[in-house]
């Protein structure tokens, strides 16, 4: 797995790594105390159309290793700087074979201890990370940072455009069909557009997370990142896409759970993640003022950074 300093500061260092999933490969940053390991570790699988430099993972990632647990996160195939066509594909099967990839570099990183490890995800990406955690229950602890719970509740609230989604979805079936580049779907939108976030200013919120030095397209849905990678306020939907039920994966963890939900969240509810936390043997909820994006911005990331310290050490 080669690797190479990007920046270090007096306590921790972040080193850019790769490793093989599937045919292709993701690239990561690892998040790390500068000092002797081997450390514990996280590993943190984005959601949506996340890239590891947007600030709620990479700021994650530094706060976490700067109370020594180390942080591997990572682009999923077909987004960022990693390797895979179709470019944006939101494929939850393909997520899981990332996660899994990049739990097996965790293990064989030199620096990182294999007994003291732990998984993160955030919105939609939870469903993923627990059922990943119920098939490992040799991993030490679990963080769902809101979790997108699918269901009439979250429906109500977050009032997504199921229909037009849909409708997006097979038209895109169809062009890569024929070979033809896939349009997708915004990540981030207005009311009344095809796009999976519609309220909490989602669009907005979505782009005030990129790095200062990301360059915008006039239109903001397309910014370059500093290392050269893309992200884009869009994903290719797979049709008939199943997204896991947090609710029935956390049942099966074994590990201490964390749950972080937003009292004033509208896009991922309060009400459904409080029954994650209830379903986990050892789940518990942590529920914070303010909405979705307040936390993705970095409210509860103080919490987390101290529940896997005190279930992973440091």
């Known amino acids: 797995m080669p690797s190479g300093a990007l920046r270090d500061d007096p306590d921790t260092v972040i080193e850019e790594l790769s490793f093989a999933s599937g045919a ?3 690239a990561a940053w690892l998040h790390r105390p500068d000092r002797p390991g081997p450390h514990p570790a ?4 984005h959601s949506t159309a996340g890239v590891r430099q947007m600030s709620c993972y990479a700021g994650r990632g530094d706060a976490f290793a700067e109370l020594g647990v180390a942080a591997l996160q990572f682009d999923c195939r077909g987004f960022g700087a990693s390797g895979g ?13 990332d996660l899994a990839a990049a ?6 990183h030199a620096d990182l201890d294999p007994s003291r490890l732990a998984v993160w995800g955030a919105s939609a990406s939870c469903g993923p990370v627990l059922q990943a955690a119920a098939r490992h229950p040799e991993l030490r602890a679990v963080v769902c940072l809101t979790p997108f719970v699918p269901g009439r509740e979250t429906q109500r609230s977050a009032r997504t455009p199921l229909v037009r989604l849909a409708a997006a979805s097979l038209a895109d079936r169809l062009r890569m069909a024929l070979r033809t580049e896939p349009r997708g779907v915004r990540v981030g939108g207005a009311p009344g ?3 999976i976030l519609i309220r909490e200013d989602a669009e907005i919120m979505e782009r005030q997370m990129l790095p200062a030095d990301a360059v915008l397209d006039p239109g903001g849905q397309r910014a370059t990142l500093p290392d050269g990678a893309v992200w884009e306020n869009r994903v290719v939907l797979r049709p008939r896409l ?3 039920n947090p609710i029935r994966a956390s049942r099966g963890v074994a590990a201490p759970l964390l749950v972080v939900a937003g009292e004033r969240d509208l896009l991922c509810p309060p009400g459904p993640a409080a ?3 209830d379903n986990a043997p050892k789940g518990e ?4 003022p303010g909405g979705h994006f307040d936390l993705y911005r970095g409210a509860s990331t103080g919490l987390e950074a101290a529940f896997l310290r005190t279930h992973l050490g440091g």
């Open 193 to 195: 557009e095809a796009a």
């Open 242 to 244: 199943r997204t896991p």
């Open 285 to 288: 909820l942590a529920l914070l």
């Open 275 to 277: 029954l994650v936390a």
């Open 24 to 26: 292709d490969r993701c």
């Open 42 to 45: 996280v590993v943190m699988l």
């Open 103 to 108: 739990l097996e570099a965790a293990r064989r």
């Open 85 to 97: 066509q179709p470019r944006q594909l939101l494929d939850v099967r393909r997520q899981a074979e």
